[in-house]
């Protein structure tokens, strides 16, 4: 089976520019998360979804990040404009609703130079 | 206050040991579940264990097993007969709730190094 997909897997690109992550989880879960990952703050939520819906935003850094989930198969992060401090490795996660576990892609290293 | 605390800085363990990595949480809602996740030096998250806040027994998955202390707010992971691959970063995670609501908080991790 096929796991959560992440693309690109890497991304450089100069501050101020627009930066799109995107993914697709596995087929059938219908919970979606997004997480950002650095060494001085760790594994933090940034949003996450359920049935396509955002259910809690409250990670996103500022206003601009956005994330949106148009169907069941596929969400995207955007970063506009990006900054050198949002460098980072930028996980999607999956999974079935309730206790079942989190499924995580590979992640996209994101450097903002 | 923290939801899942690890403070073990650094482990070491030598090849073929048994290696334990502690976990304690907190939290107040009568239903979680907690997760342990495996990320080696290549950076993907690999989900290794479950425990449910109602299971009777400790979980176990292969070489791994969740020692957990439920009066004590304890979910240490137990890894066996340890291998050179097992040197990773490892998080515990907790999932409150099991509604739409529900999301995991993760610890701050813990390496663990296996020596040959």
């Known amino acids: 089976d096929a796991g959560v997909i992440q693309s690109p897997r890497h991304e450089v690109t100069e501050m101020g520019q627009e930066v799109t992550l995107r993914c697709k989880p596995i087929s059938g879960h219908n919970s979606l998360f997004w997480y950002r990952q650095t060494m001085m703050r760790g594994l933090e939520l940034l949003i996450y979804?359920?049935?396509?819906?955002?259910?809690?935003d409250s990670g996103m850094p500022e206003d601009r990040f956005s994330a949106k989930m148009p169907n069941a198969s596929f969400s995207t992060l955007k970063i506009q404009p990006s900054e050198p401090r949002d460098s980072a490795v930028y996980f999607c996660?999956?999974?079935?609703?309730?206790?079942?576990?989190?499924?995580f892609g590979d992640g996209t290293r994101l450097s903002i130079l | 206050a923290q939801k899942i605390t690890q403070t073990q800085p650094g482990m070491f363990v030598q090849e073929k040991e048994a290696v334990t990595l502690d976990c304690t949480y907190d939290?107040?809602?009568?239903?979680?579940?907690l997760f342990w996740y495996k990320q080696p030096s290549s950076g993907e998250m690999i989900f290794l264990i479950y425990?449910?806040?109602?299971?009777?027994q400790n979980a176990t998955e292969g070489r791994y097993s969740l020692n957990f202390q439920k009066a004590r707010k304890s979910a240490n992971l137990v890894i066996s007969a340890s291998q050179l691959g097992d040197s990773a970063m490892y998080f515990c995670a907790m999932r409150e709730g099991a509604g739409a609501n529900s999301k995991l908080t993760f610890g701050k991790g813990i390496t663990l190094s296996v020596r040959p």
């Open positions: 939290t107040s809602d009568p239903s979680y579940g």
């Open positions: 425990q449910g806040s109602y299971d009777q």
């Open positions: 979804f359920n049935n396509n819906v955002p259910i809690d």
């Open positions: 996660a999956s999974s079935l609703q309730g206790y079942q576990p989190q499924h």
